[in-house]
Nanobody, 121 residues
Framework: QVQLVESGGGLVQPGGSLRLSCTAS????????MGWYRQAPGKQRELVAT???????SYGDFVKGRFTISRDNAKNAVLLEMNTLKPEDTAVYYC???????????????WGQGTQVTVSS
């Protein structure tokens, strides 16, 4: 089993910053791409950012330089620094990772439980 545990959500004023973190734990052989998705009420889940094990990053179009994703391969952790937050960034943010469990040969996809980010004055 692989578990993703997130932390760092909360309430922030428009223009503020938040840092989300996620750590993968359990019987892990290899962790591939890690990333963050978000889902606002009444909307589909959308990509925020991903980072591959060798550092290649991708971002959703709405990020526009405001967010930075990074990872610590030694800790199987991924971080999301969010700056210049807007009310429309309000959503539940989910950590996502592709990983190979110990004793298995192929990647499976895993999700965290989600952390609420609310941007409001």
């Amino acid at each position: 089993q692989v578990q993703l545990v997130e932390s760092g959500g909360g309430l922030v004023q428009p223009g503020g910053s938040l840092r989300l973190s996620c750590t993968a734990s359990g019987s892990i052989s290899t962790v591939g791409v890690m990333g963050w998705y978000r889902q606002a009420p009444g909307k589909q889940r959308e990509l925020v950012a991903t980072v591959a094990s060798r550092g290649l990053r991708s971002y959703g179009d709405f990020v526009k330089g405001r967010f930075t994703i990074s990872r610590d391969n030694a800790k199987n952790a991924v971080l999301l620094e969010m700056n210049t937050l807007k009310p429309e960034d309000t959503a539940v943010y989910y950590c996502n990772a592709d990983a190979i469990e110990s004793g298995r040969l192929s990647y499976s996809e895993y999700w965290g439980q989600g952390t609420q980010v609310t941007v409001s004055s």
